[in-house]
């Protein structure tokens, strides 16, 4: 019997595997109240063990850092529960629903509740044709009929960071990059800037940055989501981060 759970699992975990895998899911849960904070989570199915994996992140949107960090990894024990069956109850990833238990009294401290999205001024899918993935340009007013904004242009820049003895088996992989992200009005004034420090952490090893979503709350608060291509298993890993940031309206020179 416990066999049969187990082939079973595994069926389900290939299943999955279509959609997530290596390529993990987001979802933007939104902003608090004021703007202040921000949170995104994502969920995955580990590469190697098949096991369901998810996080949540709650970034200080004015000082671009995380406030809060909630992963959740399922065990062996998690999945095939002392009897050998396999606790899934439905087709979902089942880390995530554990994540949000964890991370619900954070969030609910904070006001994020979903009720306040920002405007998703951009959105832009790993399969969409003829996107540049490092270039793109949005504006705020998107579905307003009154307020008509200025256009604002976004650009990834990608740098080689200065590892001191990575590890042997980053050699089989592409090169990290550290990020820089620029925003800049329709005068080519800086008004949103953020760059990574010399290993920014938990993305130390990340190979390549794609502009994937742009949420903006009260026309400043800036919550980009961005693809991201890292070591993984059987191959490389496709996860998600989130830079937050406050754009300058009014930036004039020397910003």
């Known amino acids: 019997m416990r066999y049969l759970f187990i082939i079973a699992f595994i069926a389900l975990s290939a299943a999955g595997s279509i959609s997530a895998a290596s390529l993990a899911q987001v ?3 939104g902003f608090s109240p004021g703007g202040d904070y921000a949170a995104f989570g994502q ?3 580990e590469d190697g063990s098949g096991f ?6 709650v970034m200080s949107v004015t000082e671009g850092e995380p406030a809060e960090v909630f992963q959740v990894i399922w065990t062996e024990e998690m999945i095939y529960g002392e009897d050998g069956r396999v606790e899934l109850d439905d087709g979902g990833n089942p880390a995530w629903t554990t994540v949000l238990d964890q991370a619900c009294p954070c969030l609910d401290s904070l006001g994020i ?8 001024c951009l959105c832009h899918l790993l399969t969409d044709r003829g996107t540049d993935p490092y270039r793109a340009s949005f504006v705020t007013w998107m579905g307003s009929p009154i307020y008509m904004g200025p256009e604002y242009s976004m650009n990834l820049l990608l740098h080689p960071p200065a590892l ?5 088996w980053l050699t089989m992989f592409d090169k990290p990059v550290l990020l820089e992200l620029v925003i800049e009005d329709p005068e080519g004034f800086m008004v949103m800037h953020h760059r990574d420090a010399d290993s920014a952490q938990d993305y130390e090893y990340v190979s390549d940055y794609r ?5 903006v709350f009260a026309d400043s608060m800036t919550a980009v989501i961005l693809n991201t291509t890292g070591p993984g298993f059987e191959g ?6 989130m830079v937050t940031g406050v754009l300058d309206i009014d930036p004039g020179l020397g910003y």
């Open 113 to 120: 509740t979903g009720e306040h999205m920002g405007r998703h």
């Open 236 to 241: 490389p890993d496709g996860m998600f981060r």
């Open 43 to 45: 969920y995955w199915i």
């Open 164 to 168: 001191e003895n990575p590890p042997e």
């Open 52 to 57: 369901p994996g998810a996080e949540i992140r």
């Open 211 to 215: 502009i994937r979503d742009v949420f």
């Open 27 to 29: 979802r933007f849960l």
